[in-house]
């Protein structure tokens, strides 16, 4: 059986492409890699910021960041940034889960939060057939920060 682990690699860089690197003594590489690991998926977007705002990594492609998609708290639908934003500001952490059509065969999930140890806040959202809840993604998240030394 032939590992995937080449696929994922390559599927990291092509995701990176043009986009914001990594913080400061982060490798943007093995960043890439751990995302792609614990959540990755076509439909993800994962965003890295500091606390008083701005964007300094990105994972997932611009199209994927800039679709909205239902909040799953009873607001408005929104974007990855619009989410980090929020937390930047202070917000509340957040894992929500809800489905993003109405058969509900589809579902999207948010999650964000502080950087474990680190003066960084981040936002993610998956959306798909099989999407985990935003919890899940969270602790998979978590772990991931982690092993990419952040």
Same mark, same amino acid.
């Given at each position: 059986?032939?590992?995937?682990?080449?696929? %994922?690699?390559? !599927?990291?860089? +092509?995701?990176?492409?043009?986009?914001?690197? #990594?913080?400061? @003594?982060?490798?943007? &590489? /093995?960043?890439?890699?751990?995302?792609?690991?614990?959540?990755?998926?076509?439909?993800?977007?994962?965003?890295?910021?500091?606390?008083?705002?701005?964007?300094?990594?990105?994972?997932?492609?611009?199209?994927?960041?800039?679709?909205?998609?239902?909040?799953?708290? %009873?607001?408005? !639908?929104?974007? +990855?940034?619009?989410?980090?934003?929020?937390? #930047?500001?202070? @917000?509340?952490?957040? &894992? /929500?889960?809800?489905?993003?059509?109405?058969?509900?065969?589809?579902?999207?999930?948010?999650?964000?939060?502080?950087?474990?140890?680190?003066?960084?806040?981040?936002?993610?959202?998956?959306?798909?057939?099989?999407?985990?809840?935003?919890?899940?993604?969270?602790?998979?998240?978590? !772990?991931?920060?982690?092993?990419?030394?952040?």
């Amino acid at each position: 059986m032939r590992s995937r682990a080449p696929l %994922g690699a390559l !599927a990291a860089l +092509v995701l990176a492409a043009c986009s914001p690197g #990594a913080p400061t @003594g982060v490798s943007k &590489t /093995a960043l890439d890699t751990a995302v792609n690991d614990a959540i990755g998926d076509p439909n993800t977007c994962v965003l890295v910021g500091n606390t008083g705002g701005g964007v300094i990594y990105q994972y997932g492609t611009h199209e994927v960041c800039g679709t909205s998609w239902p909040s799953c708290q %009873g607001g408005s !639908a929104g974007t +990855v940034a619009n989410l980090l934003e929020q937390v #930047a500001k202070g @917000g509340a952490p957040v &894992t /929500a889960s809800c489905p993003s059509n109405t058969d509900s065969s589809r579902g999207v999930a948010w999650s964000a939060g502080p950087v474990e140890g680190h003066a960084f806040v981040y936002a993610a959202r998956m959306e798909g057939p099989a999407t985990p809840p935003g919890r899940v993604i969270a602790e998979k998240l978590k !772990a991931a920060f982690k092993k990419a030394g952040l």
